[in-house]
């Protein structure tokens, strides 16, 4: 069965320094991945994506990177600032999945310094 | 820019009752969904609609569970006998199409006691 936790894995930063937030992902048919944000009693807001015959993909302060043979995902925030302070997941889906439905990861807390 | 709207913010609810949970999804779009989230946990996808119909539902989808578009504009999940466990955030998201993103709602918490 699935592995849940009461305890996210956390990353704390210091304000203006870079992030980089980690995530496994379990179906190797995934192909296309997106990052989402959850700011405390919120829903997840988008914050990039990238399909599977990528493997990095800017954004504004975002980069994300994919490494399909280790299934592996990554998110580098570049200068981080107090409002980046959430928890963070990756989310995973299928195009051959005709509902579409993604597949969340655990997520990280990213705790920003001032 | 569009968003996903959902009513109530809040439901308390007493264990057996049944609630309904209202979403507006984002008008052009074609692909419906309710997810739920336990405190302090992931979220965790429940159903998919398209098409007016289930695409997919998972294993926390029991007969408890059922979603209605009702008038080509709401979109509702129904717990017909609400348990303790079923205390959750539950979150709507709508997408235009498969590979894109999806858009969620800010949540209904869901309290049973």
């Known amino acids: 069965g699935e592995s849940v936790g009461l305890h996210l894995p956390t990353l704390s930063v210091q304000e203006g320094d870079n992030s980089i937030i980690n995530c496994a992902y379990s179906n190797s048919a995934s192909d296309y991945f997106i990052w989402y944000k959850q700011e405390s009693g919120k829903g997840p807001q988008f914050i990039i994506d990238i399909r599977s015959n990528m493997d990095k993909r800017q954004g504004q302060r975002v980069t994300v990177l994919l490494n399909k043979t280790v299934k592996h995902l990554s998110l580098q925030i570049a200068a981080t600032q107090p409002g980046d302070s959430a928890v963070y997941f990756c989310a995973e889906n299928t195009f051959y999945n005709q509902g579409g439905k993604l597949i969340f990861g655990q997520g990280t807390e990213l705790s920003v310094k001032p | 820019d569009p968003e996903v709207t959902q009513t109530p913010s809040h439901q308390v609810t007493q264990m057996g009752q049944e609630v309904i949970l209202r979403c507006v999804p984002i008008?052009?779009?074609?692909?419906f969904y309710w997810y739920r989230q336990i405190l302090g946990q992931k979220v965790e996808f429940l159903v998919s609609f398209y098409n007016n119909e289930i695409s997919e539902k998972s294993e926390i989808f029991d007969d408890q569970f059922s979603v209605e578009r009702p008038d080509g504009s709401n979109f509702t999940l129904k717990i017909r006998s609400t348990k303790l466990e079923d205390s959750a955030m539950y979150f709507c998201?709508?997408?235009?199409?498969?590979?894109?993103?999806?858009?969620f709602g800010q949540g209904t918490r869901l309290t049973v006691v």
């Open positions: 998201a709508s997408r235009g199409q498969v590979g894109s993103e999806a858009f």
């Open positions: 008008s052009n779009h074609l692909y």
